[in-house]
């Protein structure tokens, strides 16, 4: 039973999978380059997320052709891979069939799926091949393409060779019980004398097994690593949970030893930052939806992962030689140690033209965190080095002294509410009264005139639905976000416990705010630094006052209106609230008629503000506001309606300069606008 051919083949398997030992070795050796990160809370979550987006792909079905394309690939090699175990267990032990062990009943339709997954295989390549070859889509461009090719092309070999094998068995007198495919096409192969039949489907196996172990060792050196990591990648990724998404990662600036603050080189990532370099499949989704990158920008989200892999793969293999050679470093190699992530392989540029939008997180179907690593970058570069574009500097200083990034005094925070009887929490506190919520006004909603009209729509539909609220005023100030966002995270701790200080001592439970951008530092980011509030967006807190009858409003129809709506990333993506906003219009405007543009709710397109953009020049490329406005005035739309003072502000310019007169109205203005009048008592 144990002949030449199988000791042959043992020999090929031990080595194979010796080297393929030594690879996996040597990549965990390489992961422990960066620092330690505990990834394995919340296991129900990650097992989720694991179910869904791993073994379901739901995130690369998001594309529903090249999309189901991949998934086939991936689920038919899920299933062929009881295939490949029955045929390493008979080139050991030639008889060998998973016959011997199942029972009929589920030994048949394991043949059935193993006849049916080598075409649903091979279908997808072949039409993975012809887009790689003759469509050539423009996100493929800025990478090679010729290990893709080559792996697509072993894979079509697989699939071939095992349906020649198939086809073979069933020439030389197998059973039929199953064979739907290869029954199929035997007719094409009757001329076929059964010696024959029997010498190929030798041949096919021996391409196939042989094939298969290759592929094993190609792995490890490929960007088709992904084969092997992403599952893994899934479990352990934060990106759709377990914890608060889109929540920046902690620093802790008081830790006893710190001596790197951010991310200058590879081991200041973390090992999930380093695994995701492993896992990226490069398949450009990420940089197919990055604003910064269809306007014309040097950002490129895959290429900041793949940099970070070939730095990794740089270091770790220099360190490794140096290890191997006693220890002693040659000129050249000292050389490479000196190098840095920052600078050698990614620019400043690349990192400040990004505007934290997520669009890239989000569209990654493996769950990578492009911009986990852009945000660790940023923060060496201002923390560590004070390097920050010159256009920065006045918002930082004016965060400092004025605790806003514009340069106004506290005391005209509350100028917006003159005479309109709004108390502000010092005078209810005075009073021995307490307030129902916190209406957190936010910076943009202070000072900017265009703002604070929405400040004061929001007032009135407050004081309409009689609900008992109070502003802070002078004792308002910014919470850091922008400060954050920007990389300096000392000012933004410094200004976030001072707003954490000063809600705890009124005892604030429950805050709402126009701004999406408050509402996800307060909400999702303050509980890291010791603040624990309900955190609500107004867009939300109105649908539910008006699902509630609370807000009289006029009945009367008036004009028909076309509106489109522009998600804010900061309450889309970031916060996933897509339908609150658009509720709220239509219990508003029953009958208007809500358009979409082509890019919305979670694939909706950025204005360009966020990370810090809303105080930087655009100097390069197409302005992402006009790009985006654009996009919303081709709906045809007779207004447009926004849920963030940024998003207001740059539509507004984008729309003003494509010389249109579209209004740009923020939620609240829309509900304002259709007011009863109040009635004197």
């Not at 040659?330 to 540029?349: C, F, G, P, S, Y």
């Amino acid at each position: 039973m144990f002949g030449v051919s199988n000791l042959v083949f043992a020999v090929i398997l031990a080595v194979a999978l010796g080297f393929f030992a030594r690879s996996a070795k040597r990549l965990n050796r390489w992961l422990n380059i960066g620092h330690d990160e505990v990834r394995t809370d919340h296991p129900d979550q990650r097992t989720k997320n694991f179910l869904l987006i791993g073994l379901g792909q739901s995130k690369i079905l998001r594309d529903p052709v090249g999309g189901m394309m991949h998934a086939l690939v991936f689920w038919g090699f899920c299933v062929l891979g009881l295939g490949t175990i029955e045929i390493m267990i008979q080139g050991l032990y030639t008889p060998f069939t998973w016959d011997l062990i199942l029972p009929r009943f589920l030994y048949l339709p394991y043949v059935v799926s193993q006849e049916i997954f080598a075409v649903f295989v091979l279908i997808p390549v072949v039409y993975l091949l012809y887009r790689r070859l003759v469509i050539k889509p423009k996100r493929f461009a800025e990478v090679s393409g010729a290990d893709a090719v080559f792996i697509l092309s072993m894979i079509a070999t697989l699939m071939l060779t095992l349906m020649l094998l198939f086809v073979m068995e069933l020439r030389t007198g197998a059973p039929t019980d199953g064979r739907i495919i290869s029954g199929l096409l035997l007719p094409l192969f009757s001329g076929v004398a059964p010696e024959t039949a029997h010498m190929v489907a030798r041949a096919s196996w021996w391409i196939h097994a042989v094939l298969i172990l290759y592929f094993l060792n190609h792995l490890p050196g490929s960007k088709h690593l992904h084969v092997l990591t992403s599952l893994i990648n899934v479990w352990f990724s934060n990106t759709s949970g377990p914890g608060r998404i889109g929540a920046m990662r902690p620093m802790d600036l008081e830790a006893e030893n710190a001596e790197q603050f951010g991310a200058a080189d590879v081991e200041h990532l973390s090992w999930k930052n380093l695994l995701d370099g492993y896992s990226c499949t490069e398949c450009g989704r990420c940089t197919a939806v990055c604003p910064a990158n269809t306007t014309g920008k040097l950002l490129s989200p895959r290429m900041i992962v793949v940099k970070t892999r070939a730095r990794l793969t740089e270091k770790a293999t220099t360190l490794d030689a140096i290890a191997a050679s006693g220890g002693t470093a040659t000129e050249e190699q000292t050389a490479v140690l000196a190098k840095n992530l920052l600078d050698d392989w990614i620019t400043e540029e690349e990192l400040w033209a990004c505007t934290s939008c997520r669009a890239c997180v989000q569209e990654c179907p493996v769950s990578i965190d492009q911009l986990d690593i852009i945000n660790e970058l940023r923060r060496d570069l201002v923390l560590m080095e004070s390097r920050f574009p010159e256009e920065l500097a006045p918002a930082l200083t004016s965060l400092e002294r004025n605790g806003s990034p514009w340069a106004f005094s506290a005391s005209d925070r509350a100028q917006w509410a003159e005479g309109m009887d709004i108390p502000t929490m010092a005078e209810l506190v005075e009073k021995g009264e307490k307030a129902d919520i916190l209406f957190w006004v936010g910076c943009m909603g202070s000072f900017d005139d265009r703002a604070k009209k929405i400040t004061v729509a929001f007032a009135r539909i407050l004081q309409a639905a009689n609900v008992r609220f109070a502003i802070l005023g002078q004792e308002e100030t910014c919470h850091g976000d922008p400060a954050r966002r920007m990389g300096n995270e000392y000012l933004y701790q410094m200004l976030a416990k001072g707003v954490i200080e000063t809600l705890d001592g009124y005892n604030v439970k429950t805050i709402v705010t126009f701004c999406p951008h408050c509402f996800h530092q307060m909400g999702s980011e303050f509980p890291d630094i010791g603040g624990n509030y309900e955190v609500i967006h107004h867009t939300d807190y109105i649908e539910r006052l008006l699902e509630a009858g609370r807000v009289p409003l006029d009945t009367e129809h008036g004009q028909r209106l076309k509106v489109a709506y522009h998600d804010s990333c900061y309450l889309g993506r970031y916060n996933e609230i897509y339908d609150a906003p658009r509720n709220t219009l239509k219990r508003a405007l029953p009958i208007m008629e809500l358009v979409e543009p082509p890019r919305t709710k979670s694939r909706g397109m950025c204005c360009g503000a966020g990370g810090g953009r809303m105080w930087m020049e655009e100097n390069v490329g197409k302005r992402v506001n006009v790009e985006r406005s654009e996009e919303l005035l081709a709906t045809g739309a007779d207004q447009i309606a926004v849920a963030c003072p940024f998003c207001m502000t740059m539509i507004t310019d984008g729309v003003t300069g494509a010389g249109s007169s579209v209004p740009v109205l923020d939620i609240s203005e829309v509900v304002a606008s259709r007011l009863l009048p109040i009635v004197p008592a």
